[in-house]
């Protein structure tokens, strides 16, 4: 196999037979580069989850980072109203910036660290936030409030007591958008080689590693799908009342 | 060292970058990959535009495959831009050999771009059609309209505002998706950023970062205007429904997948 390296792409129908001679070349070798290995999986299994803690580590912190900074913003946005045609135009525009522009944007303030991704997707699920919770809260029937009003409830016993929860189904959805696509756009971190799973796939597309690509995307992929079934039952927890109405 | 002496060190070398005519000249050069992305994403918008709409609208008029049109969306958010564009260029077909004008991995690119720009065209299409009131159509049915003209005279004129916010939506997910075609060489100005990073030439990447956001803005808002011209029919009348429709668009805003 020394000569393996010079000239891979002629060599390809002769090395197989020679591999195969001492054992089955395995399925992720550069010669057969089969789509779907379980073998790497196994032999790489530390890398896989290292990308995996990572990818998940930097979802969770910009999501809540977003969520942090959603709350105080639709709360303020709703005391002055004046301010919501700047905040909204300014998320929209936000929004608009490619992920791929935004972390550069953010590299000469945080540098190559994974704190650009997290500050970048932040922003983009505090966009999305804002919206579903000032939606949320339109959403909430004046008369319910003013029922509430009149039970004597104050201000703020009034947002965390009905106003909140009522707003609770709208505003999860817009959190169960921001988490599904937080996951995805991870993977971009790679430019400043924090992405997760998004630096196997990227190294995947550089090698032709097809095995690597394959499980990194579909890791991306059940991730997503994990993450939004476990947002649901969190608003199911959340939201007890809504499980008495047959849907 | 000292962290704000780098930071005005970086934004000097992007603006010495920006400033310096050879950097937008010649094959690799600015105004080239600009002209190239413009080329797929404008492209890309036509050919989904040309696959989705009809489909979507006429979903939307049978009052039929909603199913099709959430899921739609929910599992074009779900996949990354970057790992479906990796699979196209590590495939054999389409693979990342030269497009024509859209140079290297650029159908596998417009192929990526047609596919991320469905959700929200379709989503929305299907959406502004449904939710045109049960009355109107009553009317409209009462007036002894064929279903043909139904949806041409009363479901496509009161759609088109939805229609239209879906568009945009998809332009700005086109740009996101072009751009980070560059990860995996494909066409564009994301080139720019992805080789300024790859030579640790931060200005080059910063530089190439502010063109792409700058132009992402001009194209949001060239669409929104395009998007105001579409919408004298909601102007005149009940500005009550109007609200109650734009805002229920907003929710279907936020489905797009990002790139």
Redesign the interface.
């Known amino acids: 196999m020394s000569e393996a390296p010079v000239g891979v792409r002629s060599m390809t129908v002769t090395v197989p037979t020679a591999a195969g001679s001492a054992a089955e070349p395995s399925c992720y070798s550069r010669f057969v580069n089969e789509w779907f290995c379980w073998q790497y999986v196994e032999d790489r299994h530390e890398e896989i989850t290292d990308a995996l803690v990572q990818h998940i580590a930097i979802t969770l912190a910009a999501l809540v980072l977003g969520v942090v900074l959603a709350f105080p913003l639709a709360l303020l946005v709703r005391r002055v109203p004046k301010l919501q045609s700047a905040v909204l135009g300014l998320s929209?525009?936000l929004?608009?910036?490619?992920?791929?522009?935004?972390?550069?944007?953010l590299?000469?303030?945080t540098g190559l660290s994974a704190t650009t991704v997290v500050i970048g997707l932040g922003l983009?699920a505090l966009t999305?936030l804002v919206?579903?919770l000032l939606?949320g809260l339109?959403s909430v029937p004046d008369e319910v409030r003013e029922a509430a009003t009149g039970l004597g409830h104050g201000r703020a016993r009034l947002l965390l007591r009905v106003e909140l929860p009522l707003a609770l189904p709208?505003a999860m959805?817009?959190l169960r958008?921001a988490a599904?696509?937080t996951?995805?756009?991870t993977?971009?971190g790679?430019?400043?080689a924090y992405g997760g799973l998004?630096n196997l796939?990227?190294h995947?597309?550089q090698r032709?590693f097809?095995a690597e690509?394959?499980t990194?995307?579909a890791l991306?992929?059940a991730l997503?799908?994990v993450l939004?079934a476990l947002l649901v039952l969190l608003q199911r927890v959340l939201t007890p009342w809504t499980r008495a109405v047959p849907s | 060292m000292d962290p704000g002496g780098?930071?005005v060190n970086?934004?000097s070398e992007t603006w010495s970058y920006l400033t310096d005519g050879a950097n937008w000249s010649g094959s690799g050069g600015i105004v080239a990959r600009l002209l190239e992305q413009l080329l797929i994403t404008g492209t890309a918008l036509a050919l989904a535009v040309l696959i989705g709409l009809p489909l979507a609208l006429w979903l939307g008029h049978l009052g039929r495959g909603g199913f099709l049109a959430i899921n739609i969306s929910?599992i074009g958010?779900?996949?990354?831009?970057?790992?479906?564009l990796?699979?196209l260029?590590?495939a054999d077909w389409p693979g990342s050999a030269d497009f024509g004008p859209y140079g290297r991995a650029g159908l596998a690119t417009l192929i990526a771009l047609v596919l991320f720009a469905l959700p929200p065209l379709i989503t929305n299409a299907y959406v502004g059609v449904r939710e045109v009131p049960a009355e109107i159509l009553e009317a409209a049915d009462g007036m002894g309209m064929s279903s043909w003209q139904r949806f041409r005279r009363v479901e496509l004129p009161l759609a088109l505002p939805v229609v239209a916010s879906g568009v945009r939506l998809a332009l700005?997910q086109l740009?996101?998706?072009a751009?980070?075609a560059?990860?995996?060489a494909g066409p564009g100005l994301?080139r720019i950023?992805?080789e300024?990073?790859a030579r640790n030439d931060?200005g080059q990447?910063?530089a190439?970062?502010?063109v792409?956001?700058v132009v992402?803005?001009f194209?949001?808002l060239f669409a929104a205007l395009l998007q105001r011209v579409a919408e004298p029919v909601r102007r005149a009348p009940s500005p009550e429904r109007g609200a109650q429709l734009s805002?229920s668009g907003?929710?279907v805003a936020?489905?797009p997948?990002?790139?």
Do not use: Q
């Open positions: 929209t525009g929004y608009t910036i490619p992920s791929l522009a935004l972390f550069p944007l590299v000469p303030f983009y999305i919206r579903a939606d339109a709208v959805a817009g958008v599904v696509s996951v995805a756009l993977t971009v790679t430019l400043v998004g796939i990227s995947g597309v032709d097809r690509l394959v990194a995307a991306c992929v997503a799908v939004d | 780098a930071l970086v934004f929910n958010r779900a996949v990354p831009t970057f790992a479906l990796a699979l260029v590590a700005v740009w996101a998706t751009t980070i560059a990860l995996v994301g950023i992805t300024g990073f931060y990447g910063l190439g970062a502010v792409v956001a992402a803005l194209l949001e805002a907003s929710t936020e489905a997948t990002r790139g």
